[in-house]
């Protein structure tokens, strides 16, 4: 065994001493950093404060009809078909969201709807009518309850919007309102089924709303479709909700003289086809062929 | 004996007098004479101090000369050396400026010139030089007897003659006197000749006072003329007048002098002889007139009888060429005491101006600029000015193609042009082909003066040649009237900057930058203008087809300036040209405004950014980004936009677009697009971009190439070759396939890099035991050697595969999906084994299925001391290694070498004990190399036995 002298210790009790008090002074003058636990997901939805969770009665449509006037929108649709299941969101990710969200996006777009209103039909499976308090078969043209759930395990249900679409040879937006779904789509799910049921028809187009807690990136569909898939996130706004209300049901503004300029802005609404134009609509150049 | 008397006292008298007329003139005048004081200066001046003796005779120190011997060039000189420069219609600012300083005229007279009195000894006596008391006669008579007489004129005016008695020769001219004593003389007595010669002067007195230098009273020689006394006193002061000196005899001014006759006439009519006691009286200075700027002595006068701005100019010395006659100017102080400008037609009223007292009279120059000419530039060869004359053409400038150079642009030349009234320069093109073939054609253009005709030339950048007409035009530009300037990009024969001609269409202007080249995109061009009022600046697509088919069409518009042009090509890239303006438009976007840009990406062409045009659609872009390539899926492209809702929330839609067909609800080409909108074309869903090519080679019915499609395998591939021969090995397929060999290449670069890097390591660090350190010299160029032979090991890329058991099942399990480049090789039954490296006799065996490896082994005479039988490998016909040792042993201990299975077609390989190679510790890492090296080659060697 080693023997310490005295000397030695008390530099060992020094240097000791040195430390600590270099250590402690320096932790009590450096800020310690208020670090929150890790947020999960779910936690970060929970300071998302958008509209959607509001109840319906809190939603102001943003009218399109003083747009529409303005901007001179030409009609694409004169029929909108609405698809949605009252069961879901069948798992509730959150207190604040009701279970009747998926029929909240379709009276959100009806009411959001420029008057007077085309015609307007529900297909929607038994489960709405009995779970939701708002349900008002009276706000739709026409109302189809089935008896098969509208979602992954519909039977019957693209047959019936066939049956629609040759009956009413008008143009028609089918609006299918479904839940995200967290594995990759089959061909047998009922999106599929109704995108070549439309997509068949030349004067239909196809929209898929997605009820989802994230905001997913919205996506053209297949097979030449004039329609498109987006999130419920996406409408919550009233005016996001009226912007694609305008989308299903506008073409867009009306170009009368072709050139490419909108009539709403076009200041020579006369101009022939193939000159050129400035943003005005007025000829670019003075002579011309 | 009185005579005598007489005459020695005379003699006396005479001398007393001299002596002290000697000494008065010291005395009375209390300050050195000149003399002396020249006298003093010459001996500071001297040399050295052993040159002290001054010679009696008076030094005649000439001062230095003010002016160099190589003066300044004269004003013509200069003026004419300026013009010496080849013609160049460049027009100089006439800064109205002219001499700096001005001096008095003709004092510098005084200057430089020997300022000694000496008398002038050398010179005949003029025969009307009046004999005055101290002249001094020498005669001589020539009789029985020569006698000399030096006889002086006595203060009385006679001279004393020997024998003949005094005469008096005052006033008399000398002529006279000469006459008078040699009459006296020779009458005294008769036979006697004389010769009378005045041998010195007498010296006389005058007085100089007034605006002199040294006033005073000068003792000169009699011979003195009034100049001579100026001169030699030292001049006249900048102070005194040159043009009224008076001398006063006795009171009376007898003469007048104007040395400006003397200076400018060379009248020396009242340079009258001085007499003694003349008093020279200089006035000062009388009215002045200053003469500036383009005269041939620009100086200050002083004017007398002159009163008109002509007399004052002779005074002079007259105009010169480059004065601007027309415009002269006298500055004058008025009667109120303010400055004033009088500005005077010399042509007109020259004469009549009068001047005054004080005046200033500037001469400004003539513009240095010329008219009446014309000058030819450019790709000719002979350039430079020629005269200009009314009603001159082009033609008359370039009367053939002879004048141009070699390779000279005969489609357009140019001619710089200057706007007499707007004072712009302006440019005009033309056809140089014309004017050679047609006078009256349009071509052949009516020149003005001071045009400049540039010919280019086809080869070298145009932009260049007219780099100074750019520079001028831009120079000229004002904020109301831009530099008359446009820019072509791109596809040109030759891009850059050009200048504007008025009225130009935009065909034009590219006709004059050489033309539309071959292979350039008719249906997308760009004009990209800047609007002069705002600087904003805006795209319009211009389809050269319609351009080229309707000359007033709206795709070929008139050009305005700062407009650029940007032509395009199949190939290069498109959006690297129109970055920059692209740029520009994002920048230039404020708020409220969407960036006019939109964007391609996927399968076209061009993808990129392109400038948005007021109306454009969908095809529009498509044009603009070359078009569609083949795989470009048509049914659904997406375009991305972003919508600004309710003013201020933006929001990105995605909207499908049908390139094909037109539905009546889908986006189509003719969809609009909005600002900032990207459309992303896809590829069409299984575009096979490149073919797959597998080759098959060996025993199979139909070996060759075939092409495969993205999902065929192996066994589709054996069956459209119809199957293998009979002969076929198929246990000894080799599979190659290019994808393997890149990762095993990669693989085994990385391990000869590592080894590198291990030996390099090692070489600088001890080994484990740091008393067995390797001696640096030993086994280095050893292991050297072993690396160098690794540098270039090739990976084989070969695929294991058991092909007889894909064909037979063709199952997707064990199939192969074929990549392109894949080679299958089917060799021929294979009937040896062969042994390798560490035996005695390496060699070939005959196959023999009750054989193991190490029959084999023991076949080739057994292992060598070097060799290391427990690392001793096979390589199996199919490309499988197994190691002796390794489970598929059929017998044999944990430490002896098993007899694993032997197939037809194996290489049995032994390897080299690493170990006593060099007895390194780290060397056994190495060994792994060797191994995977001799695999790669013994896998395929048997191929190509």
């Known amino acids: 065994m080693k023997r310490e002298t005295p000397a030695l210790k008390r530099l060992n009790r020094s240097i000791v001493l040195t430390l600590f008090f270099l250590l402690t002074g320096c932790g009590l003058m450096e800020p310690i950093p208020d670090v929150p636990a890790r947020l999960t997901m779910a936690q970060l939805d929970n300071y998302d404060t958008r509209l959607y969770r509001q109840p319906i009665e809190r939603f102001t449509p943003y009218r399109l009809q003083k747009m529409a006037s303005e901007l001179h929108l030409v009609p694409k649709v004169e029929q909108v078909i609405f698809l949605v299941d009252g069961a879901f969101p069948r798992q509730s990710h959150d207190s604040q969201v009701s279970d009747n969200n998926g029929y909240d996006i379709v009276r959100r777009f009806s009411h959001s709807m420029p008057r007077p209103k085309i015609k307007t039909v529900l297909i929607t499976s038994r489960n709405l009518a009995q779970s939701n308090k708002n349900y008002n078969e009276n706000e739709f043209d026409e109302v189809v309850v089935t008896t098969s759930p509208i979602d992954n395990r519909a039977v019957g249900v693209n047959q019936l919007v066939e049956q629609f679409l040759s009956e009413s040879d008008v143009p028609t937006a089918v609006i299918l309102v479904t839940e995200n779904m967290a594995q990759p789509a089959r061909k047998s799910d009922i999106t599929f089924q109704l995108q070549y049921v439309v997509g068949q028809q030349r004067n239909a187009c196809f929209y898929n709303i997605l009820m989802s807690m994230r905001n997913i990136a919205s996506f053209p569909l297949e097979f030449g479709n004039c329609g498109f898939s987006l999130s419920s996130k996406s409408l919550s706004h009233p005016r996001e909700m009226s912007h694609f209300v305008g989308r299903v049901l506008f073409k867009g503004p009306a170009d009368s003289d072709g050139d490419g300029i909108y009539d709403y802005r076009d200041r020579c609404p006369d101009t022939s086809v193939g000159r050129v134009v400035n943003y005005d609509g007025c000829y670019r150049f003075e002579s011309g062929r | 004996m009185k005579q005598t008397l007489i005459r020695s006292t005379l003699i006396l008298l005479l001398f007393i007098s001299c002596v002290e007329q000697a000494f008065s003139a010291d005395e009375r005048m209390g300050v050195p004479s000149l003399e002396a004081k020249q006298r003093r200066q010459a001996i500071a001046a001297a040399p050295d101090g052993q040159d002290r003796s001054l010679p009696d005779e008076p030094m005649v120190v000439v001062k230095e000369l003010t002016q160099p011997l190589d003066p300044e060039p004269s004003e013509i000189e200069k003026k004419l050396s300026d013009a010496l420069d080849p013609v160049s219609l460049e027009e100089e600012i006439q800064l109205q400026t002219v001499q700096s300083r001005l001096e008095l005229f003709g004092y510098d007279m005084f200057s430089g010139v020997a300022t000694t009195f000496a008398p002038m000894t050398g010179a005949p006596v003029p025969e009307d030089y009046i004999i005055g008391p101290g002249d001094t006669f020498t005669v001589q008579a ?150 500036a700027g383009e005269v041939l002595r620009p100086a200050i006068y002083e004017i007398n009888s002159e009163n008109n701005v002509g007399e004052a100019l002779r005074l002079a010395g007259g105009l010169l060429p480059t004065a601007d006659k027309t415009q002269a100017q006298i500055e004058r102080i008025a009667d109120t005491g303010l400055y004033t400008l009088l500005q005077v037609d010399l042509f007109k009223q020259g004469q009549q101006i009068n001047i005054q007292n004080g005046d200033l009279i500037r001469i400004l120059p003539v513009l240095k600029k010329m008219e009446d000419v014309v000058l030819l530039s450019g790709h000719v060869l002979k350039p430079g000015g020629r005269q200009w004359r009314s009603g001159m053409r082009i033609s008359d400038l370039i009367a053939s193609p002879d004048i141009l150079r070699q390779g000279a642009e005969l489609d357009v030349a140019m001619v710089q042009r200057e706007n007499r009234r707007t004072k712009r320069t302006e440019v005009v093109y033309f056809r140089l082909a014309d004017v050679f073939t047609n006078y009256a054609s349009i071509g052949n253009i009516r020149l003005e003066q001071r045009d400049q005709v540039i010919v280019f030339d086809t080869h070298s950048p145009r932009a260049e040649q007219l780099s100074t007409v750019s520079l001028k035009l831009k120079r000229q530009a004002t904020s109301r009237e831009p530099a008359n300037l446009i820019e072509m990009k791109g596809f040109l024969r030759h891009p850059g900057t050009y200048p504007l001609e008025q009225g130009a269409r935009l065909m034009d202007m590219i006709a004059y930058a050489g033309g539309l080249q071959g292979g350039v995109d008719l249906k997308y061009a760009l004009l990209a203008r800047t609007d002069l009022a705002t600087e904003r600046l805006e795209f319009v697509q211009i389809n050269l087809h319609d ?399």
């Open chain 2, 142 to 291: 020539f009789s029985a007897t020569d006698v000399q007489y030096t006889l002086t004129v006595t203060r009385e005016g006679k001279i004393l003659v020997p024998e003949v008695g005094a005469l008096s020769v005052n006033g008399l001219t000398f002529e006279e006197a000469k006459k008078l004593i040699a009459e006296s003389i020779e009458q005294q007595r008769i036979g006697i000749k004389t010769v009378v010669t005045l041998s010195e002067l007498r010296s006389i007195q005058i007085m100089m006072v007034g605006e002199v230098v040294q006033p005073g009273t000068y003792t000169v020689s009699g011979f003195s003329t009034l100049i001579n006394t100026l001169v030699s006193s030292g001049g006249i002061k900048r102070t005194g007048s040159l043009r009224n000196i008076q001398v006063k005899r006795n009171g009376v001014q007898v003469a007048s002098l104007d040395l400006y006759d003397l200076l400018l006439k060379g009248d020396d009519g009242d340079n009258i002889h001085m007499r003694h006691g003349d008093l020279v009286f200089v006035p000062p200075i009388g009215s002045t007139v200053g003469i």
């Open chain 2, 547 to 945: 351009a080229l088919q309707f000359a007033n069409g709206d795709h070929n518009p008139l050009l305005q300036p700062k407009d650029k042009i940007y032509l395009f090509d199949k190939q290069s890239n498109r959006a690297a040209l129109l970055k920059q303006p692209v740029e520009r438009l994002k920048r230039e976007t404020q708020f409220g405004e969407r960036a006019p840009v939109v964007h391609v990406t996927g399968a076209v062409f061009h993808p990129g950014a392109y400038p948005m045009v007021a109306g454009m659609r969908v095809k529009d872009l498509l044009l603009a980004a070359g078009g569609m390539k083949e795989e470009a899926y048509g049914i659904a492209a997406t375009l991305s936009r972003q919508t600004i809702l309710d003013g201020e929330y933006s929001q990105t839609d995605t909207l499908p677009v049908n390139l094909i067909n037109d539905g009546p609800l889908a986006a189509n080409r003719d969809s609009i697009l909005h600002p900032n909108d990207h459309l992303v074309l896809r590829t069409k869903p299984e575009w096979i971009e490149k073919p797959v090519m597998v080759t098959v080679e060996g025993e199979i019915v139909y070996p060759g190439k075939y092409r495969m499609d993205k999902r065929d395998t192996l066994c589709s591939l054996i069956q459209q070759a119809g199957g293998f021969t009979d002969n076929a090995y198929l246990f000894g397929t080799v599979f190659l396939r290019e994808s393997v060999r890149k990762k095993e290449q990669k693989a085994l670069d990385r391990m000869i890099g590592e080894l590198d890097q291990l030996l390099a390591e090692v070489h600088l660090s001890p080994g484990y035991e740091k008393d067995k350190k390797m001696p640096r010299d030993h086994n280095t160029r050893d292991i050297y050697e072993v690396i160098r032979r690794l540098e270039s090991p090739k990976a084989q890329g070969r695929m294991v595969v058991d092909i007889a058991n894909i064909v037979s099942h063709c199952d997707s399990q064990l199939d192969i999906v074929l990549e392109d480049g894949d080679r299958i090789i089917i060799p021929t039954h294979q009937e040896d084994v062969t042994v390798v490296g560490q035996v005695y006799f390496p060699a070939s065996h005959r196959f023999d299925q009750e054989r193991g490896a190490l029959d084999y082994i023991n076949l080739s005479g057994g292992l060598k001391e070097l060799a290391q039988r427990e690392h001793a490998y096979i390589v199996q016909a199919n490309g499988e290694v197994l190691s002796i040792r390794s489970k598929a042993s059929t017998w044999g201990g944990l430490f002896t070498p098993s007899n694993v299975v032997v197939t037809p077609g194996a290489t049995i390989y032994v390897p080299i004990s690493i170990d006593r190679i060099n007895g390194r510790e780290l060397a056994s890492s190495w060994v792994d190399l060797f191994y995977k090296l001799a695999l790669g080659a013994a896998s395929i060697d048997f191929l190509f036995k």
